[in-house]
């Protein structure tokens, strides 16, 4: 299987429309690949906060029609990072006056939509995504043709038990677009490789690059084997980072060295002494 990571610079000078352009070309140009992913946030930039509002979309907005074309074009299968996207509120009025969601999107070969994740754990603490972004509540994963998806987003990787619960509805490789800054990268890396190995799964973890609001990003996407073996990572620049893995080897892995077997908390409710 081959999958391609595009990690896009995202420059503050670049409007977002002429990006959407540039980013649906890229994703052209994979065809060939099994897989393309995209980083969180693409169109605006990660802490871009401000800009949250201005440019939020509707689920089939803009970026959606754009990405459901170049996955079409391409005939590959189209993780297409995350968009702040501007729910319908509750009471059915304008889209323009609902909830916020850090939702990602993800296309067939044909273009169809088939899954939508929003973000479960948002970061900012008191501040910036946190307070700005409603918080999913379900988790999403995608069967293909080779191996079954679970998608996360960015400030998840530090939540091992939503991993967790991707492997128990049958994931097999983790995918993880992302904003991550740069003061941060060895973290990046660090909890890309466990949870890969805690999981007994492939990783898929595409950042970008570039300054968003003036955060310098990480870049460093990376590809991570069930045994917690970097495959492939990429450098701090925007890069296309391509690499073919075996998705049986998360069988293999699993049989050889049975652990997720072991388990004994969190699959039951605990007993009362």
Known sequence: MRASLIQIAVDEDE???????????????????????????????????????????????PTYEAMAKAASDA???????????????????????????????????????VAAYRKIHLFGFDKGEAVLMGAGRELVTVRLPETTLGV?????????????????????TLVVPAGWPERRRAHWTLLAQARAVENQAFVLACGTAGTHAGVPQAGHSIVVDPWGEVLAQAGAGE?????????????????????????LLGLEPPRRP
């Not at 890069?239 to 388990?263: C, G, H, M, S, Y």
């Open 75 to 113: 005939g590959v299968w189209l993780h297409a990072g995350s968009i702040p996207e501007r729910a319908a509120s509750d009471s059915g009025s304008a889209a323009s006056e609902g909830p916020l969601y850090n939702t990602s999107l993800v296309f067939s070969p044909s273009g169809d939509l």
């Open 239 to 263: 890069e296309i980072l391509t690499v073919d893995f075996d998705p049986a080897k998360v069988a293999t892995t699993r049989e050889q060295f049975p652990a997720l077997k072991d388990r």
């Open 15 to 61: 409007s977002v429309e002429s990006r959407r352009r540039r980013v649906a070309s890229l994703v052209r140009d994979q065809a060939g690949a099994d897989l393309v992913v995209l980083p969180e946030l693409w169109t605006t930039g990660a802490f871009a906060y401000e800009d949250f509002g201005r440019e939020a979309e509707p689920l089939e907005g």
């Open 152 to 172: 996360a987003t960015c400030y998840d990787l530090r939540f091992p038990e939503l991993f967790r619960g991707l492997v128990d509805a049958g994931a097999e």
